[in-house]
């Protein structure tokens, strides 16, 4: 089983694809899809559809995972830009046959660190003891994208069971 977790960001996603294999996760690639601040809101819409669309026809997921969209009463134009990049990754999913998993970032969070209330550092250390990785992944979108899809993953094996091992060697 294959997903692939989407960090979106209007200047930079995060992505990250992990196949389930005899019972663990590994990773398949990750990566950065970056558009240019100087370009028209539409042009980098598009990009980041067509740069998608790649990455789901590279891993062929059957899902891709998305963060649910938050509410930022003190960055509004952020959280717009955000949920436009979140609805065209949605949009390429779903034209590429993909089911569209969207999670809680508490959701996220407990699946890699045992806690809801994480930091980026301790998301980051939590995705690198699960995936058995020599460093965190870096930069914090791809981390992110790691987690995405590990939680999805966790989720279609068995409700969120994954290993409360590593979980909690990630979490100290």
Do not use: N, W
Not at 16 to 39: D, F, M, N, Y
Not at 50 to 78: H, Q
Not at 109 to 116: E, I, N, Q, W, Y
Request: proline content about 5%.
């Amino acid at each position: 089983m294959r997903a692939v977790g989407f960090d979106p960001g209007l200047a930079d996603t995060g992505y990250a694809a992990l196949e389930l294999a005899r019972g663990r996760p590994a990773v398949l690639g990750k990566g950065v899809i970056r558009t240019a601040a100087g370009l028209a809101l539409e042009v980098r819409l598009d990009l980041l559809f067509e740069e998608t669309a790649r990455v789901l026809a590279r891993y062929g997921p059957a899902f891709l995972v998305v963060e649910d969209v938050f509410s930022a009463p003190t960055v509004p134009r952020t959280a717009i830009l955000v949920g436009y990049a979140r609805a065209v990754i949605c949009l390429a999913g779903r034209r590429a046959g993909a089911a569209v998993v969207s999670v809680t970032p508490a959701e996220v969070k407990r699946a890699v660190t045992l806690s809801g209330a994480a930091s980026k550092g301790q998301v980051a250390r939590g995705v690198q003891a699960l995936l058995g990785l020599a460093a965190p992944p870096r930069p914090s979108h791809v981390a992110d994208a790691l987690a995405l899809a590990f939680t999805g993953l966790s989720r279609a094996r068995g409700a969120g069971r994954v290993d409360g091992a590593a979980r909690r060697r990630a979490s100290g």
